[in-house]
């Protein structure tokens, strides 16, 4: 006797699935299609990872096209965020 691959849980699970819809049973309908998704991994959270397992780094922001003036107003905009974020208002 051979263990159940993949193939074989999502078809029994496929058939769990159509008796439920047959009997109009949209618990066991619900928990056929959960049972599918945990299988496949879709339960899981995404995350941006890198090929290593690791999370993607935030990118650095490039401000070198910007004007004085424009960096002064980013500044401002950003402690203002910052006291809103804090609660220092």
Do not use: C
């Not at 029994?12 to 959960?34: E, F, G």
């Amino acid at each position: 006797m051979r263990l159940p691959d993949i193939n074989d849980l999502m078809q029994d699970l496929q058939l769990a699935k159509q008796i439920a819809i047959d009997d109009r049973n949209p618990n066991a309908i619900v928990m056929a299609t959960i049972s599918q998704a945990k299988l496949l991994g879709m339960d899981k959270p995404l995350k941006d990872v890198t090929p290593n397992g690791n999370q993607a780094p935030e990118p650095i922001a490039d401000y070198s096209m910007l004007t004085d003036d424009e960096l002064r107003q980013l500044i401002t905009i950003t402690e203002k965020v910052q006291k809103v974020i804090t609660h220092d208002y």
